[in-house]
C-alpha cells in the first residue's frame, strides 16, 4: 500500500519552496517581529483542555485523503464560530490545502469570532517558515508529526515555537516515537489512532500507549472518536484532549452535532 504520508511530505516541501520564492523568509520574518512588539490575548490550548469538563477539540476539516470531500461547501467563518459557541475546548483548523481541503487563511478568517477560544493550526510542519506564517495568522498552537520529523528537526521546531508564542502538539503514533514525547517545549503529547501512512485507525491505539506517555504533559487522543462513551472511557486513564473532526463535519450543523456530543458526555 501506498505511503500517503511520504507523498504529503515530498509535496508539502517543494509548497514551502514556492512560498518562499513568492514571500522570502526575511521578509516574513520581519512582518512576525514587527506584530510581536505589541502584546496579544493570551489563549493556552493546553490550560483550556485541562480546565475543561471535556476537552473536545472541535475540527475544521473539510476534506480527507481517505474519504474525499467531507464538506466542500463548508465556511471557516461559520463553523468554528459555532463550534465555540457550542462549547468547543479548542479548535483544530486544517490549512494543507492539496489534500485536506484547507488553507491558511482559514484561522485569519475564523479568528475574529472566536476571540477567547485557541486554535491549533493542523498541517505537516517541517519548516520554520511555516511556523512564521501561523504566527502571523494569530494561531495559538501548532501540530509537529513525529513520522516527519527527526527528534532534531522536531526539538528545533519546538523551541523555535515556543519563542514566536506558540503552543507545541506533539503526535505520536507507536512505541518508536515516544523519544519525542520527552523533549522539552513539547506542551501536549496526542497519540493519533490513525496511521497516517495507511489511514487505517483504531482508537485502542490511545489505550495501548497511555501508560507510556510523560505525566507532565496534557494528553490528547486523536482520530477515531466518534461516541462520547469513548471520551469518558479515554479520560478516565489521564486524556485531557479529544480531537474530533468527521464526526461533527459529516453533520449539516457542525455545531450542534458537537453540543449534543458534549451532553452525552
Not at 479548542?90 to 482559514?106: H, K, M, Q, V
Not at 504566527?135 to 527528534?151: E, Q
Not at 522536531?154 to 515555537?161: H, I, K, P, V
Not at 513539547?186 to 490513525?194: L, P, S, T, W
Amino acid at each position: 500500500m501506498k505511503d500517503i504520508l511520504q507523498e504529503i511530505v515530498a509535496h508539502k516541501r517543494v509548497e514551502i519552496e514556492r512560498q518562499k520564492q513568492a514571500v522570502p523568509y526575511s521578509e516574513l520574518l520581519a512582518e512576525v517581529n514587527k506584530i510581536m512588539q505589541h502584546p496579544r490575548q493570551q489563549r493556552s490550548m493546553s490550560q483550556s483542555l485541562s480546565h475543561s469538563a471535556t476537552g473536545i477539540i472541535a475540527e475544521f476539516k473539510r476534506r480527507s485523503p481517505s474519504k474525499g470531500w467531507i464538506k466542500a461547501e463548508g465556511r471557516a467563518d461559520i463553523i468554528p464560530a459555532s463550534y465555540a459557541k457550542n462549547g468547543a475546548a479548542a479548535l483544530s483548523i486544517l490549512t494543507d490545502e492539496e489534500y485536506f481541503g484547507g488553507r491558511l487563511s482559514f484561522i485569519h478568517i475564523a479568528r475574529p469570532s472566536v476571540i477567547n477560544t485557541p486554535i491549533l493550526r493542523k498541517d505537516f510542519i517541517i519548516d520554520e517558515y511555516q511556523l512564521l506564517e501561523t504566527r502571523l495568522v494569530d494561531a495559538d498552537a501548532v501540530l509537529l508529526i513525529a513520522a516527519d520529523l527527526t527528534l532534531s528537526e522536531c526539538r528545533s521546531l519546538a523551541r523555535t515555537a515556543h519563542e514566536l508564542e506558540l503552543e507545541t502538539l506533539l503526535e505520536i503514533h507507536n512505541e518508536a516515537e515516544l523519544d519525542y514525547a520527552g523533549l522539552d517545549c513539547i506542551d501536549m503529547v496526542g497519540v493519533n489512532n490513525r496511521n497516517l501512512g495507511t489511514f487505517h485507525t483504531d482508537v485502542a491505539n490511545s489505550f495501548r500507549l497511555t501508560s507510556l506517555l510523560p505525566s507532565d504533559k496534557v494528553l490528547v487522543a486523536e482520530s477515531g472518536i466518534s461516541h462520547p462513551y469513548t471520551v469518558r472511557e479515554l479520560r478516565s486513564v489521564g486524556f485531557r484532549g479529544f480531537l474530533i473532526g468527521e464526526t461533527f463535519m459529516k453533520a449539516s450543523n457542525p455545531g450542534e452535532a458537537l453540543a449534543q456530543f458534549i451532553h452525552e458526555i
